[in-house]
Nanobody, 123 residues
Framework: QVQLVESGGGLVQAGDSLRLSCAAS????????MAWFRQAPEKEREFVAR????????YYADSVKGRFTISRDNAKNTVNLQMNSLNPNDTAVYYC????????????????WGQGTQVTVSA
């Protein structure tokens, strides 16, 4: 089992930055893919970014490309999401996800989820 705990959410103004972190505990060694998803009120959960394999290949949703950066610290079993130039459309609950298999941009490919952290961006 893997437990994921997110931190770093909060209330910011448009144009500000935030850094989210996700710490994996339990059987953390060997996780292949870690990812961030988000869910805004009355909307479906959507893919934000993922980091894959030992090469740490990264992939982003078009809506965040160039503004968000995902990174991983394997020694600490953490994954971070640096979010710059935030706008109100980024307001959502952000979830960390992980899998020992290959994780895609589809939520169903992940086996472990955190409880989420709220990010609110005011205009």
């Amino acid at each position: 089992q893997v437990q994921l705990v997110e931190s770093g959410g909060g209330l910011v103004q448009a144009g500000d930055s935030l850094r989210l972190s996700c710490a994996a505990s339990g059987r953390g060694f060997g996780i292949s893919t870690m990812a961030w998803f988000r869910q805004a009120p009355e909307k479906e959960r959507e893919f934000v970014a993922r980091i894959v394999g030992s090469a740490d290949n990264t992939y982003y949703a078009d809506s965040v490309k160039g503004r968000f950066t995902i990174s991983r610290d394997n020694a600490k079993n953490t994954v971070n999401l640096q979010m710059n130039s935030l706008n109100p459309n980024d307001t959502a609950v952000y979830y960390c996800a992980a899998t020992f298999r290959f994780g895609s941009s589809q939520a169903r490919s992940y086996d472990y989820w955190g409880q989420g952290t709220q990010v609110t961006v005011s205009a």
